[in-house]
């Protein structure tokens, strides 16, 4: 149903990765899993690398196992079988966590469905999937705007010289409140806003999911388009494209210049293509 034919997780400097990438090809099914990175004052897993790290390994446990199913009722289950387990680990009900320690991720699955012969991607933001069809150019499936421009925000509060982790960590506090931001976390109200989109499935169909650190290559350094990067992947690897992200991440000073948070981020990618 789905053939692999790349993939990559690259860590951040000096980080141990956050993101995750899997699948299940036979049954059609892949993932992509970008955790949010720590802002939280007290850590709630602290023997793993950061929370981050704790909770996308979770996720991405949880997805290797949990039965196929509607995209709705696996992410449903996904979200419930996180609770369970951060409960577990913790040893209190989640609604005791602090509302800006919650610990969350960017999520894109897709399943191949057989009887509609198309692509269902639910997506919490923000990973980006690109399909490049047998013929004619790539395009990105479709996603819900972003919140707030996180790169115009990013140059506003170095400019200022803002406590950042503070002003994230209120933003954290938000998540999956009617009058917030939807991701994928522990709140039960979180699988009704998941994001579901539809493509055809046709044999010979490229797909690239990819987190945001990847994604730096088109919308923060501009050095491709969407048909461009899926296309560069195919034909030199997703290895090569690391590197060359990576050749723009040496210097915090340009931190300002483009908009970004963290010199080096996370970077996953997994290439596929439907058979």
């Keep these: 149903m789905l053939r692999v034919l790349d993939h990559a997780n690259d860590p951040g400097k000096g980080r ?34 950061s929370d981050a790290f704790w909770f996308a390994d979770a996720a991405h446990d949880l997805l290797r196992t949990l039965p196929a199913g509607a995209p709705e009722a696996v992410v449903a289950a996904l979200i419930d079988g996180l ?21 969350s991720a960017a999520l894109t699955r897709l399943h191949v469905d ?9 997506s919490f933001p923000d990973c980006t999937a690109i399909v490049l069809p047998a013929a004619g150019p790539a395009r990105p499936v479709a996603k819900a705007p972003p919140r707030l421009d996180e790169q115009a925000q990013a140059r506003a509060l170095i400019a200022a010289g803002a406590e950042i982790p503070s002003v994230l960590r209120a933003q954290r506090a938000m998540m999956n409140r009617p009058d917030g931001y939807p991701v994928l976390s522990v709140h039960p109200a979180a699988a009704a806003r998941l994001d ?14 990819c987190t945001d650190g990847f994604y730096r290559l088109v919308d923060m350094y501009g050095l491709y388009d969407d048909d461009g990067l899926i296309r560069a992947a195919l034909d030199g690897g997703l290895a090569a494209l690391v590197g060359r992200l990576r050749g723009f991440e040496a210097d915090a000073a340009e931190n300002a210049r483009f908009g970004r948070f963290k010199t080096s981020d996370d970077a996953a990618a997994l290439l596929l293509e439907i058979q």
């Design 83 to 103: 609770r369970e387990r951060v409960e577990a680990h913790t040893g209190a009900p989640a609604g005791r966590i602090p509302p800006g320690d919650m610990p």
């Design 114 to 122: 057989p009887a509609s012969k198309r692509m269902v991607f639910a």
């Design 196 to 209: 579901l989109r539809t493509e055809p499935a046709a044999a010979g169909t490229r797909v690239l999911l």
């Design 16 to 49: 141990d990765s956050e993101d995750r990438v899997g699948h299940r090809a036979a049954e059609g099914i892949a993932w992509i899993v970008d955790g949010a990175t720590d802002m939280c004052a007290t850590r709630l897993f602290p023997e793993a690398p």
